[in-house]
């Protein structure tokens, strides 16, 4: 079953107007869903600055400033570099929050380490904690980042009230 996104995403924007607060998002394995979800409501443009869409890992280099370091010894779907895009989706917009996901969707590119499922999210914002996660979904690939969309949502939510 697919999440409300019509229904998270109002409620993120009633909190971000509330708080006076921009996004900027940095997607992987989203490939830019989440920033979808964001501007399908009208007047977004009050609380969403933009989105990265970095699927390659040259990209998350150019657009975000994820060092090639981190990329080579933790892999693109680790805690090291959803927080280096959280922060690069900071530095690189006009936004004061920012959520980032990177993972294995599926349905190929799974490891016993990384199994397909896996999504490492990051939020951090100018004033706030950052924060990063796994989680572990289950389903095809459409369910694996709808699931990964809303929970990005739902805990920026929550870093935020």
Excluded at 124 to 136: C, I, L, R
């Amino acid at each position: 079953m697919m999440p409300d996104f019509t229904a998270i995403a109002t409620q993120l924007a009633k909190e971000m107007l509330r708080k006076n607060l921009i996004l900027a998002t940095a997607e992987s394995c989203t490939g830019g869903w989440i920033a979808e979800v964001a501007t399908a409501i009208a007047g977004s443009s009050d609380w969403f600055d933009c989105g990265f869409v970095t699927y390659s890992n040259d990209a998350k280099q150019r657009m975000l400033g994820v060092r090639a370091y981190t990329l080579e010894c933790y892999g693109a779907v680790s805690e090291n570099t959803v927080r280096e895009m959280a922060e690069g989706a900071l530095l690189n917009s006009n936004a004061l929050v920012s959520v980032a996901t990177s993972g294995i969707a599926g349905p190929a590119g799974g490891t016993a380490d990384k199994p397909v499922g896996t999504v490492w999210f990051a939020w951090t914002g100018k004033g706030f904690d950052s924060q990063a996660e796994v989680q572990t979904f289950i389903g095809d690939r459409e369910a694996v980042r709808s699931q990964a969309v809303a929970y990005a949502l739902q805990e920026l939510m929550a870093l935020i009230k």
